[in-house]
């Protein structure tokens, strides 16, 4: 018993491919790893697909096409933006992934720089060296997406943060801090009409304002109307009470366009119905 435990174990050699073999399986690995590629391609486009058309690019970026093909993601945007609303496009993007944009929702570009400085930090000229102030952004336009649920319209008020205790946005209020932001939810209100769309706006009456309306019941109230002078900036995305939000911004559309007209056709008399979220 002793030999047998002593015998050593036989190593079982593998069996040596000869070169065309080897050839063969190598070549059988790269059509394997091609045929993935080929098929898991569309994935990442998709969401890219989906996506790209919604998002709201940064002060100054070029038409969309020409924004992606100069762009090189290289997050300087980002680094120099004083309320941190410029964030860089996750995996799930696909090949967008790294593009930067803006949740106007939890954080909207508020001027806070004054001089455009992720225009001025942007290396390729994605974001556009041409403008010089504010009111020449073009990022897109806001628009009353669920008109019934506005407190103005109601003729309610608001008291209180405007979007709660949690909320971690911020704004820069003039009258507290002049160069600082702070966040939204140190500055509570107390509006007799809620108009905090209008009195945050960064652009000021030009972009937005409250305007008469009357209601289908004949009674008389007020509505804020988004007016040309809007650039886009999210400011009264994020600063609206409600949630889902009455106002919302639509990247890339412009003052004039078809849906600057149905918002100002929907604020006068004898109109008939007002559309709501999701109506043509």
């Known amino acids: 018993m002793a030999d047998v435990a002593k015998r050593p174990k036989r190593v079982r050699r593998r069996r040596r491919l000869s070169r065309q073999q080897e050839q063969r399986r190598q070549l059988l690995r790269a059509g394997l790893v091609t045929l993935g590629l080929v098929i898991l391609q569309p994935l990442a486009v998709l969401p890219v697909v989906r996506r790209w058309r919604s998002r709201l690019r940064p002060p100054g970026a070029l038409e969309e096409k020409t924004f992606l093909g100069a762009c090189i993601k290289c997050g300087q945007c980002v680094q120099v933006c004083p309320v941190q609303a410029i964030v860089l496009a996750d995996m799930n993007e696909g090949m967008g ?81 002049r160069w600082n932001p702070i966040r939204i939810r140190d500055h509570p209100y107390d509006r007799e009409v809620c108009d905090l769309c209008v009195i945050e706006c960064p652009i000021g009456d030009t972009a937005i304002d409250l305007v008469p309306f009357v209601a289908e019941d004949g009674s008389r109230g007020v509505t804020p109307e988004v007016r040309k002078g809007c650039v886009g900036c999210g400011v009264c995305e994020m600063i609206c009470p409600p949630d889902p939000p009455v106002i919302v911004i639509e990247a890339r559309a412009r003052p004039g366009s078809g849906l600057h007209r149905q918002q100002r056709e929907d604020h006068e008399p004898g109109r008939g119905r007002r559309r709501g979220a999701g109506e043509a």
């Open 97 to 177: 992934t790294g593009v930067p944009y803006i949740d106007a929702r939890k954080q909207a570009c508020d001027f806070s720089c004054d001089a455009l400085s992720c225009i001025l930090a942007c290396p390729t000229g994605a974001l556009s060296h041409d403008l010089k102030a504010k009111e020449e952004v073009q990022a897109g336009l806001a628009w009353l997406a669920r008109p019934d649920a506005c407190l103005a319209r109601q003729g309610k008020g608001f008291q209180g943060k405007a979007r709660g205790a949690a909320f971690r946005g911020r704004l820069r209020y003039e009258e507290v801090d």
